[in-house]
């Protein structure tokens, strides 16, 4: 049943509990304690008495009869010696038990009544026979006490139970209300206004770190959603833009009757073709990246090996020569995919390189750095922070053929084999230069483990 | 009734866009239908074209090197530029019609259009404006 409760009642129920069971402990001890000091006054008011007792014998005088202590004195056979005359107060088995020892019972009294304490035990008399000394009080002032007691503690534990819980409800009440403004924005939020965020209470209690937590995640969604919003427009611009040139190429043709036009207008809508065949299988790179960010493989391969064959099968700028240099270097991640990285950097390198591009595989302690670099302009400087962005260009790479995915695919591709990257303009030979670092795989031999990529979607 | 024929200069439209490729179809298109045509490639060159040409409309595309197709609308507009102004764009988002609308933006096509439905926007502006 608790579950289904608000937090709010289940707090209150088990302070409720928690008052419920404190009182009532606190009022069992008080009660126990108050009556038995009571009932140990009595008792010792008894002994008291019993020490006077022998000398009440000798001096019939000095006899009390205040009441409610009652006092007599009998021998062996249960007969009172003081005073003389009346009805024991013992029984048999009480004289012998008194005889013994000491006798303490409570029990009805001839004189005083139902409530009252017997004590009985020898004691010593000037004409040293043996005989029993026995006193008897009214043990009603502790029933009152304890009746008194009882009635208070009956009233007060509900009050003082009752009043807590109030208490407990309204504290309560006020210590989440935040919880309950923040859970109202909430639902209000959505991809419509992602910009939104929840009340955050001031302070630096739990709640407040729950408010600044969640609107921290908030702020994380947001810049993703904002992130796909812009891949996916500019995506669509890439696509739409040589569709359009395509399509209008097209009907440009079909009202053509001029053989060469027409020819020409073909020519165009293949170079459009292209342009969308490399977008597509661009984006289809990096979907397959994307999707298996973990690559779900054992597989190795020579960083420089790869690198050598990569180049081999790029077509080269005229007049552009590639170096290669590096030994052996193990890298994790399956050969295809880092050939796309090679291949994206060595492509797009020669593209801008006037004369001479680099290609270098050095150790650095646990890591192999790949280094592509070449001797054109270098990256526009407002391109630099943002280079690996996907379809961040610099306005002069327009029109080069260049599908804005290179290096955002490199980017990709390096960090899902765990490495990372770094653009620069400069040295070595003055133009652009990218680093690649991926982690060394130690005495692994090359394998060819395929690699698995799980694609959520049937196609992309 | 026929009016007489009288001799005018074919209208003169400033194509706007950085594909070079789309530029040179829309220019091809337009020119077959009877127009005379310039091309920019930003908005800057936007901005100085109008001003040294006074075009009788433009065609703009949103997403060009600074300042973009729909702030150079905008600027234009507020510049006293009158001629019908067809906006094309990659993009076609509800909001990207709004904002191009709000700038003052006549028409808005989204890539890939047909040809037919430019030249057709252009002429139907045009004779409006006569």
């Known amino acids: 049943v608790l579950p289904r409760l608000s937090l709010r009642a289940r707090l209150v129920a088990l302070v409720a509990v928690g008052a419920i069971v404190a009182t009532t402990l606190a009022a069992l001890a008080l009660y126990r304690n108050i009556s038995g000091e009571v009932s140990r006054v009595i008792t010792s008011e008894l002994r008291v008495r019993m020490e006077d007792l022998h000398t009440d014998l000798d001096d019939p005088s000095a006899a009390l009869e205040q009441r409610p202590i009652v006092e007599q004195i009998v021998d062996q056979s249960n007969v009172p010696q003081y005073p003389r005359g009346a009805v024991p107060i013992l029984t048999k088995d009480e004289l012998n038990q008194a005889a013994n020892g000491e006798l303490l019972i409570d029990r009805h009294v001839n004189g005083i009544g139902d409530e009252a304490r017997v004590f009985a035990r020898p004691i010593e008399s000037s004409t040293g026979g ?65 910009g939104e965020r929840l009340p955050e209470p001031e302070g630096t209690d739990e709640i407040a770190e729950l408010g600044h937590t969640l609107n921290a995640m908030l702020d994380r969604i947001e810049s993703t959603v904002r992130h796909e919003r812009a891949f996916v427009d ?69 960083l420089t090996e790869t690198a050598r064959e990569a180049v081999r099968r790029l077509s080269i700028s005229d007049g552009v020569m590639i170096n290669i240099e590096g030994t052996e270097a193990f890298v994790p991640g399956p050969e295809e995919w880092v050939e796309e990285i090679v291949s994206n950097l060595v492509s797009n390198a020669s593209d801008y390189a006037r004369s001479r591009v680099d290609v270098t595989v050095s150790r650095d302690d646990a890591t192999y750095r790949l280094t592509v670099s070449d001797d054109g302009p270098g990256f526009p400087q407002d391109l630099l922070p943002r280079a690996f962005e996907r379809f961040a260009r610099g306005d002069s790479s327009r029109g080069r053929g260049g599908t804005g995915l290179g290096l955002a695919i490199v980017h990709a591709v390096a960090q899902a084999l765990g490495g990372q990257v770094d653009a620069h303009n400069g040295p070595p030979l003055g133009g652009a230069t990218v680093d690649v670092t991926l982690p060394a795989v130690n ?15 049937s196609e992309v | 009734v026929t009016e007489p024929s009288v001799i005018e200069t074919p209208p003169q439209v400033l194509v706007v866009d950085d594909d070079e490729k789309l530029a040179g179809v829309i220019v091809r298109a337009l020119e077959r239908a009877g127009f005379l045509c310039r091309v920019a490639a930003s908005g800057d060159e936007t901005l100085w074209a109008v001003q040294e040409h006074s075009p009788d409309a433009l065609v703009l595309d ?63 502006e045009l004779r409006v404006r006569a």
Do not use: Q
Request: net charge negative; glycine share 6%.
């Open chain 2, 62 to 124: 949103v997403m060009i090197p600074h300042p973009s197709g729909v702030e150079t609308c905008g600027y234009l507009r507020r510049h006293g530029f009158v001629g019908p102004v067809i906006v094309i764009s990659g993009r076609s988002h509800p909001d990207d019609r709004a904002a191009a609308a709000r700038a003052g933006a006549d028409r808005f096509l989204a890539k890939p259009f047909a040809l037919s439905e430019l030249v057709d926007a252009l002429e139907d």
């Open chain 1, 443 to 457: 005495g692994t031999e090359p394998s060819h483990g395929a690699l698995i990529v799980e694609t959520p979607r």
């Open chain 1, 234 to 302: 500019d995506a669509s611009h890439e696509l739409r833009a040589p569709l359009a040139v395509l399509r209008g190429e097209l009907e440009l043709a079909l009202d053509e009757n001029d053989l060469y036009a027409i020819k020409r207008g073909v020519a165009s809508s293949l170079e459009e073709t292209d342009r969308l065949v490399r977008l597509a299988s661009d984006l289809l790179t990096l979907a397959r990246v994307d999707a298996g960010a973990t690559p779900n493989t054992v597989a190795t391969c020579d």
């Open chain 1, 130 to 194: 043996s005989l029993i000394g026995v006193t008897a009080a009214s043990t009603s002032p502790l029933e009152h006490v304890r009746d008194r007691l009882l009635l208070v503690l009956l009233v007060a534990s509900p009050v003082l139970t009752a009043a807590v819980t109030f208490a407990a409800w309204l504290l309560a009440g006020a210590a989440l209300r935040p919880v309950r403004r923040m859970a109202r924005r909430a639902e209000t939020i959505s991809l419509t206004n992602p």
